[in-house]
């Protein structure tokens, strides 16, 4: 591990990212392990105040880590890998039906989020929703991120099955305008 060390671990992620695309898969992933495993946790047990699925979820990002390094096109490693790992943990939250704290959700939204990926689509998405007004936002976020029902979110909201349904409607057109608007997925 000693020439391993010297060698690898004082390239720079950009650097280790070329490597990656040479074919120097294992000896990259092992060093990106060594840097980032603790910072994965740390972000990890934010989300799920639990350490076993905290480092459930550290093993399924450097599992998932290869493709995905391949199909994006990553400007800056660390904040990249952090995004991804929320994005992590946010999944399994939703798998669970755990609900995400509003604290966690809100400094997602806040965080810069990159080009050229699905993650910046998704975050532009959820900032149009902020920007709805009730009972749009309610709806949306409880149809679209909570997968709840038509009648479920009625009876939560205590508003009628015609007014949910109408809400959602528009909720979702205000959005399509919104992104639109910002010339953002044209």
């Given at each position: 591990m000693g020439l391993?060390?010297?060698?690898?671990?004082?390239?720079?992620?950009?650097?280790?990212?070329?490597?990656?695309?040479?074919?120097?898969?294992?000896?990259?992933?092992?060093?990106?392990?060594v840097r980032y495993a603790h910072l994965i946790m740390g972000?990890?047990?934010?989300?799920?105040?639990?350490?076993?699925?905290?480092e459930d979820i550290v093993m399924q990002v450097f599992e998932d880590l290869p493709n995905k390094i391949r199909r994006h096109e990553i400007s800056k490693f660390k904040p990249w890998l952090h995004m991804v790992t929320k994005n992590q943990c946010?999944?399994?939250?939703?798998?669970?039906?755990?609900?995400?704290?509003?604290?966690?959700?809100?400094?997602?939204?806040?965080?810069?989020?990159?080009?050229?990926?699905?993650?910046?689509?998704i975050a532009l998405a959820l900032d149009a929703i902020e920007l709805l007004k009730e009972p749009q936002k309610?709806?949306?976020?409880l149809f679209f991120l909570e997968k709840l029902s038509y009648v479920e979110i009625s009876g939560k909201l205590a508003l009628?099955?015609?007014?949910?349904?109408s809400a959602i409607q528009n909720g979702k057109r205000n959005i399509k305008l919104q992104l639109i608007h910002?010339?953002?997925?044209?």
């Open positions: 391993f060390r010297s060698k690898y671990l004082k390239l720079t992620d950009d650097e280790l990212l070329q490597l990656f695309k040479d074919g120097q898969e294992k000896k990259v992933l092992e060093v990106f392990y972000t990890a047990l934010k989300y799920t105040n639990q350490s076993s699925d905290a946010l999944m399994e939250l939703r798998k669970k039906k755990i609900e995400v704290p509003l604290e966690l959700t809100e400094r997602a939204q806040e965080e810069e989020y990159y080009d050229n990926s699905i993650d910046t689509q309610s709806c949306i976020r009628d099955l015609k007014t949910v349904k910002r010339d953002e997925f044209k």
